[in-house]
């Protein structure tokens, strides 16, 4: 795959990485993270939507998406140990099944995250990454599921995605934009094709944002782009990319968290 010029990176500055301590959690002495919340609810975005996930909410984010729906993560939280991590994953989903790491941004956390992933993994878990790329993901583990949220001009932070980026991506990997209209759509789809992503990864997911203030009605008079005006541009431009909506969006009021 082609490696163009990086884009210009962000230099805001995002959360301070705690501390290391150590823990066990009957795998490894792993370090502590700051942590905005851990729940069991249906993945609700990917092509894993509809499944039973746990989901571990890393706090801190250096990045102000315009669109964004999860501003609470941007401070606060709790330090844990990975120790408290692992046991609450097992607390909720004892058999194995699917967890993700998200945020805010999780790989700002890099130091702690990447032997939690590698543990979660060995235990028998099947881990996804939702990040925004603008972090190198080169030490994230073989067999994490990297979800890239690569921003659109809309969202106020185009350009911080970290080029080389697209040399870590796999087949068993999914590239996600997040549209709020007509640019964002063009941007996405000549991204798509100019780095050939349909034939380097699992999928690429075209998504309506949601505005930030929805509450109430569960259904896509809250997107910022109609999804039917997505899906005859997708149609007519013959787009490789699947569209994706916010499934958890639709079956809880937009405005709950953790769900």
Known sequence: MPRPAEPKRTTRVGLEKPESETGSCGWAQLGSMQITEIY????GESTHAGLPCVFVRLTGCNLRCSWCDSEYTFQGGRKMTSEEVCDEVKRLSPSGGLVEITGGEPM????ELVPLMRQLLETGYR???????ERPLERVPTGV???VDVKCPNSGEADTFHI?????LTA????KFVLS???DYEFARDFTRRHHLAEHVNAVLFSPAFRKEATGARDSSHCLLDPQE???WMLADDVPARLGLQLHKFIWDPAVKGV
Do not use: F, P
């Open 181 to 183: 209209g007509r640019m």
């Open 172 to 175: 068993n990997d999914e590239v």
């Open 164 to 168: 080389e980026n697209l040399e870590t």
């Open 145 to 147: 599921v990297k979800i």
């Open 230 to 232: 997505l899906a005859e």
């Open 108 to 111: 700002l956390q890099e130091r």
């Open 127 to 133: 881990v996804l990454l939702e990040t925004s790329g």
């Open 40 to 43: 069991k609810s249906l993945q």
